[in-house]
């Protein structure tokens, strides 16, 4: 069975580049969905890259359905790729890197391995993938789908979610989502240098700062009165 969608509309570039000043981790301090699971990890540390998400699912031993994606690809999109579980067989090589980046596209993320020789860092496509595989996939085109909601590392990726991609990780946001999150998250960042400065000087104190220091301490005199009280 194939379902192949129109290419979703592309993320306003200048909320891509708002996106583009924050750390993933940033965002993941107020938001807990849309995190790729830490399994599916950036193949080339210190890259950051933004772009919008095009999807494609190909089963096991069959990647057909990417080499149809790529075709379709744009400037600025990041491939999202779901292998429906299997973490068997590498459904990217060094081909597929060249020609995705020849089509215009930032980055590639994969739940799944690729092979040793895809040459991401050659070719100058970054890449989140879960780990290595020699044993390839061939490109059968037995069924698929192509911009279909999809679920990469645990969270639901549809086609033209805004994508943040560092070496903390991925994540995907609706781009509703993007500006008041991102926004929130350079405030954050703003914010360190004085609070690291704070600390240099001698206010070493993590729990009084965070505001947890009291809560802590009145939970544990709260155990230890019950303990004492069935003693």
């Given at each position: 069975?194939?379902?192949?969608?129109?290419?979703?509309?592309?993320?306003?570039?200048?909320?891509?580049?708002?996106?583009?000043?924050?750390?993933?981790?940033?965002?993941?301090?107020?938001?807990?969905?849309?995190?790729?699971?830490?399994s599916?990890?950036?193949?080339?540390?210190?890259?950051?890259?933004?772009?919008?998400?095009?999807?494609v699912?190909?089963?096991?031993?069959?990647?057909?359905?990417?080499?149809?994606?790529?075709?379709?690809?744009?400037?600025?999109?990041?491939?999202?790729?779901?292998?429906?579980?299997?973490?068997?067989?590498?459904?990217w090589?060094?081909?597929?890197?060249?020609?995705?980046?020849?089509?215009?596209?930032?980055?590639?993320?994969?739940?799944?391995?690729?092979?040793?020789?895809?040459?991401?860092?050659?070719?100058?496509?970054?890449?989140?993938?879960?780990?290595?595989?020699?044993?390839?996939?061939?490109?059968?085109?037995?069924?698929?789908?192509?911009?279909?909601?999809?679920?990469?590392?645990?969270?639901?990726?549809?086609?033209?979610?805004?994508?943040?991609?560092?070496?903390?990780?991925?994540?995907?946001l609706?781009?509703?989502?993007?500006?008041?999150?991102?926004?929130?998250?350079?405030?954050?960042?703003?914010?360190?240098?004085?609070?690291?400065e704070?600390?240099?000087?001698?206010?070493?104190?993590?729990?009084?700062?965070?505001?947890?220091?009291?809560?802590?301490?009145?939970?544990?005199?709260?155990?230890?009165?019950?303990?004492?009280?069935?003693?």
């Amino acid at each position: 069975m194939y379902e192949i969608n129109e290419m979703p509309a592309q993320v306003d570039p200048e909320l891509l580049e708002l996106l583009a000043q924050c750390r993933t981790e940033s965002i993941g301090h107020h938001r807990h969905w849309g995190l790729v699971h830490g399994s599916i990890a950036a193949t080339t540390p210190g890259v950051r890259v933004v772009g919008t998400a095009v999807t494609v699912a190909c089963p096991g031993h069959d990647s057909g359905m990417i080499p149809y994606l790529i075709e379709m690809l744009r400037p600025g999109d990041v491939i999202c790729i779901d292998r429906l579980g299997d973490n068997h067989n590498a459904c990217w090589g060094g081909g597929t890197t060249l020609a995705a980046k020849l089509k215009g596209a930032v980055a590639v993320v994969i739940d799944g391995p690729s092979t040793g020789s895809s040459k991401f860092d050659e070719f100058e496509l970054p890449g989140w993938i879960k780990g290595y595989s020699p044993i390839t996939c061939h490109p059968y085109g037995n069924g698929g789908g192509i911009n279909i909601p999809v679920s990469i590392g645990g969270a639901v990726v549809l086609p033209g979610y805004a994508v943040l991609a560092d070496e903390s990780g991925v994540l995907v946001l609706p781009p509703d989502d993007v500006r008041y999150l991102a926004e929130m998250a350079i405030g954050r960042q703003n914010a360190y240098p004085a609070s690291h400065e704070r600390m240099r000087a001698g206010e070493v104190e993590p729990a009084k700062r965070l505001g947890i220091r009291q809560k802590i301490a009145d939970g544990a005199a709260a155990e230890r009165a019950a303990r004492d009280a069935k003693g």
